[in-house]
């Protein structure tokens, strides 16, 4: 991607960078952002395109006056951290480097159960019950599978159309 290139547009900033996973919230009029990856520049355009670059790991308010300046901090405030969904808090850190060049065989562990799928596909994030529906529809076609779907039908209505395809 070329840095040129907007990664984000809001009605209060566009953000351009390369190689960026930037989060950002736009709250009652205000707007909030956390470089999580790479540098990150935003551009005002609410706020005579003032510009700011965020380093990786800061986070920029802008508070809902629209007037006021952006404020950068080192760290993510914590309103904004309880409204990020759960599923994106916590990364993985990066191990490539102790594990590159010992080459790991993976071990099946078995199929996968609904018991061991039903926290995925009732999650309360339908995001991530969407994920789940792409991951494991081919697991409707086992009994088992099937028959738990089936039963909770009510907490995971998306799979209505796995179960139960229009004909």
Do not use: C
């Amino acid at each position: 991607r070329a840095a040129s290139q907007s990664l984000l547009l809001t009605p209060l900033f566009d953000a351009r960078g390369e190689g960026n996973a930037v989060l950002a919230l736009l709250p009652d009029g205000g707007a909030q952002a956390f470089a999580e990856t790479g540098a990150l520049t935003l551009r005002f355009t609410a706020l005579g395109n003032t510009t700011l670059t965020l380093r990786q790991g800061e986070w920029m308010n802008l508070g809902t006056g629209r007037a006021g300046k952006p404020a950068l901090s080192a760290h993510p405030g914590p309103d904004f951290v309880r409204q990020v969904p759960r599923g994106f808090l916590d990364p993985l850190p990066t191990r490539a480097d102790k594990f590159a060049g010992r080459p790991r065989e993976a071990k099946p562990v078995g199929a996968i159960s609904y018991a061991d799928a039903k926290p995925w596909i009732d999650h309360a994030d339908p995001a991530l019950r969407r994920l789940a529906l792409l991951r494991w529809k081919q697991l409707a076609k086992k009994t088992e599978f099937r028959a738990g779907l089936v039963a909770g039908i009510k907490t995971h209505p998306e799979w209505q159309v796995i179960l139960y395809p229009p004909d």
